[in-house]
């Protein structure tokens, strides 16, 4: 598996003022980004630009944080989540849902169950808050399982095309999946006990990782 080597050493040409290692890494990074915020935003292309220049900004100031624990475009992906979630929050709209369901019994059960019974507003709002708590629990998720399952399951990437990006083995991709999903599962199911026993839910903040 790498170390990540490269992406360590050009923060480290960063942070010794390298001009062009600071123009590599917005050429590098702003396509996949872009790409990343464009499909969390509705297509808009203006605010996914916008957002996706925000999320460089940023991620040069903190420069000195990132440890190389994930590669740097993964990190990047995560600060890039936390400025969406930001802006949604300020517009007062929830963020896209994103779609784990056949790999959540529960969640699949419910959704079917609201879908059976009508399309009243009531049962609109239930479907549209259970889908919000599923991605507040990806959100919590550690970097590499909240990436591995996005593109798995959102862009469908297959195992070894993920494992690729993950610079590991094919192996190695599918045991961190099934990590991924059990974490997801127990996060989701905390999270939805606590909203059972009245507890404040838990609230979409900056992704573990971004600081």
Request: aromatic share 6%; with cysteine; glycine share 4%.
């Amino acid at each position: 598996m790498s170390d990540y080597s490269e992406d360590k050493a050009q923060v480290r040409r960063m942070l010794a003022g390298d001009e062009r290692a600071f123009a590599e890494f917005f050429d590098r990074h702003f396509p996949p980004l872009y790409r990343f915020a464009l499909s969390r935003l509705r297509s808009d292309a203006d605010l996914a630009e916008e957002i996706v220049q925000r999320t460089l900004c940023k991620a040069v100031r903190k420069l000195a944080t990132y440890r190389g624990e994930a590669a740097l475009l993964t990190w990047l992906c995560s600060i890039c989540r936390f400025e969406i979630a930001t802006h949604h929050r300020q517009a007062g709209r929830r963020p896209e849902a994103i779609d784990l369901v056949e790999e959540v019994p529960e969640i699949r059960a419910a959704l079917e169950t609201l879908s059976s019974a009508g399309e009243t507003p009531e049962e609109v709002l239930q479907r549209h808050e259970l889908r919000r708590l599923v991605q507040v629990a990806l959100d919590h998720l550690p970097l590499r399982h909240g990436q591995a399952l996005e593109w798995k399951y959102i862009e469908g990437l297959s195992v070894q095309e993920i494992a690729q990006r993950l610079e590991s083995t094919t192996k190695a991709t599918e045991s961190l999946l099934t990590r991924a999903r059990s974490s997801f599962r127990d996060g989701f199911r905390a999270l939805m006990q606590s909203l059972g026993e009245g507890e404040p839910a838990m609230s979409t903040s900056e992704p573990l990782g971004a600081s």
